[in-house]
């Protein structure tokens, strides 16, 4: 039987990103919440607070684009070394031409 391992990562992929956002969202609410209950209605306060939530989500944006393409470069690399491995493969088990004497 065999092992279907790039269906169940690509589910935990999918978990873990989601689990990632959802926790992003509820640490921002809850910072988001507090400042605004601590900002008597100023309105330089909210400013402030969509600056420091604003660069960590950008800073989380950058980070994931930054992983996915790392690792479209990793397989592309790998893609090409396993191509190669064949070829070499191939042609080390190819059998010798007969002599032409």
């Not at 988001?32 to 420091?52: E, N, P, Y």
């Not at 980070?63 to 491995?85: D, F, G, I, M, N």
Request: charged letters at 20%; glycine letters at 4%; hydrophobic letters at 55%.
């Amino acid at each position: 039987m065999e092992i279907n391992q790039t269906g169940h990562s690509r589910v935990m992929a999918l978990v873990s990103l989601a689990a990632f956002w959802v926790a992003a969202l509820l640490i921002a609410g809850l910072i988001g919440r507090l400042w605004f209950a601590l900002a008597d209605d100023s309105a330089w306060k909210a400013v402030r607070l969509v600056a420091i939530l604003g660069l960590p989500a950008v800073a989380g944006i950058t980070w994931q684009r930054s992983r996915a393409s790392a690792r479209r470069r990793l397989l592309a690399v790998l893609t090409v070394y396993a191509e190669r491995e064949i070829r070499l493969q191939r042609h080390r088990a190819a059998p010798l031409p007969k002599s032409a004497d």
